[in-house]
Each structure stands twice: as C-alpha cells, then as structure tokens.
C-alpha cells in the first residue's frame, strides 16, 4: 500500500501538485542575473553541514531530473496551468547560482525573491526555509557554492499560461502570508523538542504537503501555534493522495523507524514518500529522527483527526481472519489478489509487505490513497536498511466495482470503522488518473468472487481453500509446509503459475511418469504424494470432490483440443548448462529473503509458516517437479520472485533464462525427502534427462 504521500486542498490541485513535487528545497525561477558571490573559503566542517542541511531540505528531489547529474534542474511538473521547471542550483556562473551573493540567496530562500527581484512561485517552500537560523542559512550557502561541482545545464524557461505567467500577484500573496520571521524557540519545551520544530517547520518544510491550505494556496497553519495550529500538519488530500495527518500518528520509535528505513510495524512508505526517505530522511541523524518525531508526538489530535479522550492511546487494530474472508466478494478478492503478499489476517510480512492491520492508510476517512495505489501501483523505498524495492502491482484491469468490494473489505476488516469505497470514486479516480495497462496475455484471470453466484457455492468455495490452506485443512495429508498454491499461484489463477483454467478438459490423459491414463483425481493425489510429500485422498471424500468441482468450475467452456492461454509453466532451453554456484549468490540475492537462507522458509511472529521452505524435511520430496532443474527453472522464469516489478497480479518473474536455471539447479539439489516410490516412475517412457532418480 502507499502511505503519507502528498497534501493539499482538492479545490487546486495544480497547486498542490506544485507544492509536492517541487517543494523540496526548490528554488524555482531564481535569476542567472545577481551580484558578485561572496569570495570567502568556507571551512570543510561548515561545507559538510551545509551537505547535510540539504539532505535535511531534500533539495536533489526537484533540483534533479531522472538519471541527471545532480542538483542541475530540468525537472519538470506539468499542470493545467502550464509547465514549470526547477532550476539548476549548482555554483555554475552563466547556468547555476555561481554569481549569486549571499544576501541575494538569503533573500530568495527567505523572502522568495530572485536576484533580479522578481518573485518565486511558492512552490518553492520559502515560507517554511524563512525558519532557517542565519547560521545554518550560511552553511547550506557555502554547500551549494564550495562544495557542489559546477554543472553548466541551460535552465529552461518555464511554460506558464497567461495570466498565471504574470508573477505580480505574488508580492501581494508573500505580503499576506509570508512570515519571514527565524525559528523562534519555546522556552517551555526541551532542547530535543525545538529541534524537532526547527526541522518539522522549516527545512523539512513536511506542512508543505501535510498542512491544509486555504483559497489562496496558503498553508493554513506554519507552525503548531497560535488559533490555527491545530491545522498544521493535520492531513489533507490533492490529485487523489491523501497526505496524513502527522499529529501523534505514532510512537517516537516507530516515527523514528519508518523515516530511516521506509518501515515501521504499521506502514511501509510508497509513491513520492519514497523519494523523500531515500533522498532526506533516511541520513538524518538518529538525534535528529527522534527530534523529529518527539515533536510530532506531542502534537494532538487535529480537527480532522479521530478525537480520543485525554491521554487515551491510538485504537489497537490487530491482524486477524475477518469472518466474511470467504463468504464475500470483497473477501474472495482480497485472498486472490492481496492474500500473497498482505497475508488472510491482514498482517503482511515484516520487513517485506505492509500490514494492513493498524495502517494510518486504512483507518483514514479519505480512501484516495488506498484508490489511487490499487489503480496506479507503487514501489517501496530503497533505504540503506531495506535496500531491495518491493513493487506492488497496479490492479486497474479490475473493474470499479471489483476494487470497491475489496476495498471496503480491507476497511470493514482492519479499518476501525473507517467507511466503506463507493464504485463511483474508483470510476472518478480512474478517470482523472487513466490508469494503464501493458500486459498483452490473452489469459482471462478468473474472479473467484464469481463462485458465490453458483449452486455449489460453498463445495466450490471448500474446494478453493483447500488449495490455499492445504497444510491447515488437511494436516494428515500432507507431510510438509507446502501448500496448492505454493506452486499454483492464487489458488490456480495466475498465467503462467500452473492455473487450473482449463485443466479439467484434458483429463483423463495419458501420463508418462505413470505409464498409463489418469483421471483429474490421480493427478491431484499425485501432488499430494510428491509436492506435499503426504498421503492420497480417498477417491469417493468429499474434499477431493471439491477440490475437483473447483477445477471444474474454472473448466468453463474449454474442450480437450483447445489451447488455454497462460496454461502450465511455459518452457525453458534445455541446452542452458547451469551454474549452482551463481545460482547460490542469486537465491542470496533475490530468495533467501522469503525462503530462508538456508531454505527453511519463512515464518510470521506466531510461528505460521508464510512462505514455503525450499528444501530440508519441511519440504517437496524428490518426486515432485520441482525437484527437477527445469521444470523448476521454467517456473521460476515466470514467477519468482514476487514483488520484483509491475507485472499483474503479483509482480513475479523477471530473472533471465540463465538466472532461473542456475538458482533452479541450486535449490533443487539441495537435501530433501526421498519418494519412496520412485521406481515405479516412467516404465514405458523416457525419464527427463533432469529426473533426480
């Protein structure tokens, strides 16, 4: 999910966009034109502060373009209005600020005025770096002129349509705003909080997207003071995001958490807070995140804010199994869709995917966020703590009504009584955002939400979780921590994850490994045999019927000699000779992070198994496939791991051919049951030259 992303009143959302995008230590539209800079050589320790005061600011977030040398403008932001363009701030003197002087560049960064006297758009958040002290002023100065190198990039003029191309205004708006007055401590606060305030209200300029604004774009609060205070910093929504309210969101410890690595026990950033973790927060001294987040502590709640009695927590929302997981159409397409990575408690896996249980994102009001991240998608921040980026998927290919019946699940579940999403705000979101899509599979993913409209719901429904919770509905039968959908990804839904679309049509069939025909029953029984490295079901139980009438159902209208897209694995060249010791790096690198490093899998806090281990006695036995180097090779080509870029529905796949057969060789070779029953394997066909028997 995406968190705390960008803040601003959804009257002006070109504005807003303005604010967000370019507000971070943007100098936008300051003149090549100035005086002479001043000549005196900063000390190396004032260079390094200035450094770390423009880490603080964020100022490469805007003042650089994707894969542009740092600090040397172009960025642009495109709105109704036209287009602007940040600027280049290195110390270059005919493209840069190389010719500015002190007093000029304190003048713009406080008062929003350009060397040649014309005025800044707001966009640059001079009113919030207005709070620098005059000393930290200087040390950012000599940074940008002593310590950057001089990059001669050509600013581009910006494209604004008339009559916002007239900047006039913008002395009569600075003249009814703009406190341009330094950080004033409050003697009745410690030193740890007026340090937090310092960087809150000023270089860290958060109310910038965090605090309402008014008709005229102002900030309705600078600062916790005064009548308005209690608006700063109290949430608000522009282009469809909801920036939250920060007002004693959480503990010190988790604030502090989440600004250095992009995650906490409640949230896991996403969208433009990623930027701002990974270019500002996450170097922040740790003196300085507690600051930070000792001063967000201690505001109260907001007027948007849930009011608590006096001195009462924030409401506990624990993970847990809603009741209607199953019974649902929200329920049923939160397991298909989510369950993988948010898990069917709500819980997510630490460190890896966010909770959903407890998240600022699901108990807020305003369900923009939530909308906007199911429609567009998002990736987590790459911190020096969680350097692997996590990509969640965009799910616009699902209808309005699809990703409202989850939503309001989501909510209903693990939301506090937050409302539920109307079809009508997806429809309208999807419209402002225009979501697209890239996938070219002809494979028509089934909606397991649709069951609930057959006759046999609930056998269709058991027959479903049997694949799901395999482990925990049948323990006698299977022997190890495997579930269906450890190989057949969402219950036998995903294209090219072993889904069952289809399957029932082509049974029976002949089977080499058996040497003769075998009915759908067999083939199930197989499974369980290999993969679960357990015992057969009865032929005549009534779980291996619905686990039969499941397939069937998504049978539909296939005949024995059609071809269904997205069936099986695919295939992998066979003459790739694999490399196991470049396979061991590669499952360190990519693997390890939800199979174990040593392939024991993965467990919640509880001792759950999450993800499935990979070899050892917990796992497949050596006659399941996947004990084979390709066919594990092809699944993994097309499957793992998740989370690795926007492919729908779960971001999986994306190693190379000879990745997937080197890790494949790795893993499949490692320690693991034996099949007893090996010998009975191929009596009249060849055995797979990868059979390891």
């Given amino acids: 999910m995406q968190y705390q992303i960008k803040g601003n009143r959804r009257d002006w959302p070109t504005v807003g966009a303005i604010v967000r995008r370019l507000a971070g230590g943007a100098l936008l539209g300051l003149s090549l034109l100035g005086g002479t800079a001043a000549a005196t050589t900063a000390d190396a320790s004032t260079i390094e502060r200035g450094r770390y005061l423009a880490q603080l600011g964020d100022c490469v977030a805007c003042h650089t373009t994707e894969k542009g040398t740092p600090m040397a403008g172009g960025r642009a932001l495109e709105t109704p209005f036209g287009k602007l363009y940040s600027t280049n701030i290195t110390p270059d003197k005919e493209t840069g600020i190389g ?13 929003g005025v350009a060397a040649d006297g014309h005025n800044l758009y707001p966009a640059m958040p001079y009113p919030s770096y207005a709070k620098m002290t005059g000393e930290d002023m200087q040390a950012l100065y000599a940074y940008l002129m002593q310590g950057l190198e001089a990059v001669k990039q050509s600013n581009k003029p910006d494209e604004m349509k008339w009559p916002f191309s007239m900047r006039w205004g913008l002395a009569i708006w600075n003249w009814l ?21 310092y960087l809150v209200q000023g270089l860290g300029h958060c109310g910038a997207c965090h605090t309402p604004r008014g008709l005229l774009f102002q900030e309705k609060a600078m600062s916790d003071a005064g009548s308005k205070g209690d608006y700063f910093l109290a949430g608000e929504t522009v282009e469809h995001w909801r920036a939250l309210s920060l007002r004693n969101l959480w503990t010190v410890d988790d604030t502090a958490l989440f600004l250095k690595t992009g995650q906490n026990r409640f949230a896991t950033a996403s969208g433009n807070m990623t930027e701002v973790i990974m270019h500002s927060t996450q170097h922040f001294s740790d003196a300085d995140l507690v600051a930070v987040a000792t001063y967000l502590k201690s505001l109260p709640p907001g007027p948007y804010d849930k009011p608590l009695p006096a001195g009462a927590p924030q409401p506990a929302v ?48 305003d369900a923009s966020t939530l909308v906007h991240i199911m429609l567009t998608g998002g990736q987590t921040a790459a911190t020096a703590a969680h350097p692997r980026v996590f990509t969640m998927p965009a799910f616009a290919r699902l209808s309005d009504q699809e990703l409202a019946e989850i939503l309001s699940f989501v909510r209903a579940s693990w939301g506090d009584g937050a409302p539920a999403v109307d079809a009508a705000l997806v429809a309208k979101m999807r419209a402002a955002l225009d979501p697209q899509t890239t996938d070219s599979s002809k494979f028509d993913t089934p909606r397991l939400a649709d069951m609930l409209k057959e006759a046999n719901a609930d056998q269709l429904v058991r027959g479903m979780r049997l694949n799901l919770e395999t482990k925990d509905l049948l323990p006698e039968h299977v022997g190890d921590q495997l579930n269906c959908s450890s190989c057949h990804l969402n219950a036998g839904t995903v294209a090219d994850g072993s889904p069952y679309v289809g399957v029932s049509a082509f049974f029976p069939s002949y089977g080499a490994r058996a040497g003769k025909v075998i009915t759908l029953e067999d083939r199930i029984n197989g499974c369980f045999r290999r993969s679960m490295n357990g015992k057969p079901l009865a032929k005549d139980s009534p779980d291996l019927k619905a686990m039969v009438a499941y397939f069937d159902w998504m049978k539909r209208e296939t005949k024995p000699e059609d071809k269904v897209a997205g069936r099986g694995i695919g295939k992998i060249d066979r003459s790739i000779v694999p490399d196991p010791e470049n396979g061991k790096k590669i499952y360190a690198d990519q693997c390890a992070v939800c199979h174990g490093d040593n392939g024991e899998g993965l467990r919640n806090a509880a001792g759950k198994m999450v993800y499935p281990p990979l070899w050892g006695d917990e796992s497949f036995n050596i006659g399941a496939g996947m004990a084979r180097t390709y066919t594990a090779a092809a699944f993994v080509k097309r499957n793992m791991p998740i989370g690795f870029h926007g492919k729908f529905p779960l971001g999986q796949g994306g190693l190379s051919d000879q990745e997937s057969v080197d890790v494949a060789e790795y893993f499949s070779h490692q320690p693991r049951p034996d099949f007893p029953d090996k010998v009975k394997d191929w009596p009249k066909d060849p055995k797979p030259s990868d059979a390891r028997y």
């Fill in 99 to 111: 010719n500015y002087s002190f007093e000029q560049f304190d003048r713009a960064m406080r008062k």
């Fill in 177 to 197: 705003f703009l406190d341009d007055t330094p950080y004033q401590p409050n003697t009745g606060k410690d030193e740890t909080w007026n340090r937090g305030a």
């Fill in 318 to 365: 624990v993970a847990h199994v809603p009741d209607t997981l199953f019974s649902s159409r929200g329920g049923l397409g939160y397991i298909q869709f989510c369950g993988d990575c948010h898990r069917a408690d709500g819980g997510g896996v630490a460190k890896i995917f966010p909770t959903l249980a407890g998240n600022p994102t699901v108990l807020s009001k």
